[in-house]
């Protein structure tokens, strides 16, 4: 069972609105992604982090923007949500194992499904 | 271009039968390739990573094939429950041991009924 934590699970909220979305975890691990997924669709990178005051935007243009303060919080936050912001968002997190021990292994949380009226 | 693509898009199965998903991709450079069960409005959870020289490993009563010639992938379900209703996602790393970009498969909907 990963130890990464995503809150609100759901969260439905009127246009214009300011939202952030929080994501925690406990492993220790330096890397941390927040992904986009419709239904039906694949999962898209939208922000990413390789450690405390780094983050880099995903291959998926994104409103949203991301800050890493801490190396457990990676919160994402929509200053002014759209119904286009309706989705499903996923945040990951993963650390690179010791040379010769593998891949490297991306554990993701319960997500937040978003809907924006 | 880099594509995952799966098939089938959606199956329906009774419980106790096995049945077989297919991934296909085209990236390069390929490093590994990774199946993961995603239950509806859950995160996907990892089943099995495969390299280049791995062709087969297995989880349970889930086993995954790698051919990485033909680049084609299999995740087989043996004896399926109730509880594999799911969305099984192929992924595809393009880099070594440190994670690379990943291309992520739609997904096959797997819907098993007693």
């Known amino acids: 069972e990963a130890d990464i934590y995503q809150t609100p699970r759901y969260l439905v909220i009127g246009t214009g609105k300011k939202i952030t979305l929080e994501c925690s975890q406990t492993m220790g691990h330096d890397k941390m992604y927040w992904y986009q997924q419709d239904p039906g669709m694949e999962l898209h990178l939208i922000h990413y982090?390789?450690?405390?005051?780094?983050?880099e935007k995903g291959d998926l243009s994104s409103e949203s923007t991301v800050s890493r303060i801490r190396t457990e919080h990676f919160p994402l936050t929509l200053e002014s949500a759209r119904p286009s912001h309706t989705s499903q968002y996923l945040c990951?997190?993963?650390?690179?194992?010791?040379?010769?021990?593998?891949?490297?292994?991306?554990?993701f949380g319960s997500g937040t499904q978003l809907s924006v009226l | 271009k880099n594509q995952v693509e799966q098939s089938p898009q959606s199956l329906i199965i009774l419980e106790g039968k096995n049945c077989t998903l297919q991934?296909?991709?085209?990236?390069?450079?390929?490093?590994?390739l990774r199946w993961y069960k995603q239950d509806t409005g859950r995160g996907p959870v990892s089943l099995t990573i495969m390299t280049f020289s791995e062709n087969t490993k297995s989880n349970g009563r889930y086993t995954a094939t790698l051919d990485a010639d033909t680049k084609q992938s299999s995740l087989h379900i043996t004896a399926s429950q109730l509880s594999d209703s799911a969305s099984y996602i192929c992924v595809v790393s393009d880099r070594g041991s440190t994670l690379g970009r990943l291309y992520f498969g739609r997904g096959t909907q797997l819907t098993v009924w007693p």
């Open positions: 982090s390789y450690g405390v005051n780094s983050t």
């Open positions: 991934c296909n991709y085209t990236v390069s450079p390929f490093s590994n």
């Open positions: 990951a997190s993963s650390e690179s194992p010791p040379p010769g021990q593998g891949s490297e292994k991306l554990f």
